[in-house]
């Protein structure tokens, strides 16, 4: 099993900026891709950006700019850096993995699949 852990949420205004993490714990040797993905209240789940085979990243049309997705292997630790932030931004962020090394990456281009692990979840909230 896999345990992910999201922090760095809260509040900022429109234009802020904002770093999340995500920790990973437990039988991460079988993870091979982690991404980020939100949901707001009423809203469908986005994928947000992601890694994939070789290291390889794709971000959603409303992030490439202005996120940026990291990592830091020795540290078991997923960020996503975010900036110019927008009132729209506002969600629930969910850190994500899986264990084909493909499929992270397609559920942020097509906005489908499931992944096998997840976190809770850190709010996000953009005020204008």
């Known amino acids: 099993q896999v345990q992910l852990v999201e922090s760095g949420g809260g509040s900022v205004q429109a234009g802020g900026s904002m770093r999340l993490s995500c920790v990973a714990s437990?039988?991460?040797?079988?993870?091979?891709?982690m991404g980020w993905f939100r949901q707001a209240p009423g809203k469908e789940r986005e994928g947000v950006a992601a890694?994939?085979?070789?290291?390889?990243?794709h971000y959603a049309d409303f992030a490439q700019g202005r996120f940026t997705i990291s990592q830091d292997r020795s540290k078991n630790t997923l960020y996503l850096q975010m900036n110019s932030l927008k009132p729209e931004d506002t969600a629930m962020y969910f850190c994500?993995?899986?264990?084909?090394?493909?499929?992270?990456?397609?559920?942020?281009?097509?906005?489908?699949?499931?992944?096998?692990?997840r976190g809770q979840g850190t709010q996000v909230t953009v005020s204008s």
């Open positions: 890694f994939g085979s070789g290291d390889a990243t």
């Open positions: 994500a993995a899986h264990r084909n090394p493909f499929h992270c990456i397609h559920v942020v281009v097509t906005g489908r699949g499931e992944f096998d692990y």
């Open positions: 437990g039988h991460t040797s079988s993870i091979d891709c």
